[in-house]
């Protein structure tokens, strides 16, 4: 697997986002994950250099997961096309959620609300961790060029600012999710979800998939 880099051999016009947040703290659920990138990036070929804009490590990271970022197929008006991009990815994601919900609605449970936490205290249980790949470059222009930075960020083991966590293997996401405790005869009022704008997980898209991870 490796993260959407814009490439126009391969028609791919998009390179994933990703960085650390100046204006938005770490929240409790990300600070072990993020000093664990700092701490195996320092001194390796993959900690970027502090340029013009220098990068804060005491930021809130994104993205918090990745999924497929290129040529999904979609119907428009009766006509097949592909799209791509974050666009594409984030529903997704939340399409996989709302499968989950539906199968412990199912079971008499109460539904998952806001996951972020879930999903970074239990990533090594159906993440698909992504080592390949960064976000020095934008996207291709109408000349299918490609303008790039000095430097970006790099995919490596654990969370990073270009994958996240990584990419979701549906069924055991699934199953982990169902595992949970807690049952309720009736949904969830929405005073029980707590929601934060600033903390919401983040889809940021990879490249080619092969179910249920993805790979290029």
């Known amino acids: 697997e490796i993260s ?67 040529r999904y197929l979609i119907i428009m008006a009766g006509t097949a096309r592909y799209v791509d991009g974050t666009s594409a990815s984030s529903p997704v994601f939340g399409a996989m959620v709302s499968l989950v919900n539906q199968r412990r609605k199912a079971a008499g449970k109460s539904l998952m609300g806001w996951i972020n936490p ?17 976000n020095n470059c934008g996207r291709l222009n109408s000349s299918k060029l490609i303008t790039c930075c000095n430097e970006g960020f790099y995919a490596t083991s654990g969370w990073d600012p270009v994958t996240g966590l990584g990419s979701i293997n549906f069924q055991k996401f699934s199953d982990v999710a169902f595992a949970l405790p807690g049952s309720t005869s009736s949904p969830p009022s929405s005073s029980s979800l707590t929601v934060y704008s600033d903390q919401r997980s983040e889809i940021y898209p990879l490249s080619h998939i092969l179910s249920p991870s993805l790979s290029r």
Not at 15 to 24: A, K, L, V
Not at 26 to 53: E, L, R
Not at 118 to 134: C, K
């Open 118 to 134: 879930f999903l970074y205290r239990n990533a090594s249980q159906f993440m698909n961790d992504i080592t390949v790949g960064e």
């Open 4 to 70: 959407c880099m814009a490439n126009p051999q391969k028609s791919i016009g998009i390179t994933t986002g990703g960085g650390i947040s100046n204006n938005y703290p770490i929240p409790d659920f990300q600070k072990d994950h993020i000093a664990n990138y700092f701490q195996t990036i320092m001194g390796s070929d993959k900690q970027p250099t502090q340029t013009k804009v220098p990068y804060t490590t005491l930021g809130r990271g994104y993205p918090d997961v990745s999924l497929l970022a290129h």
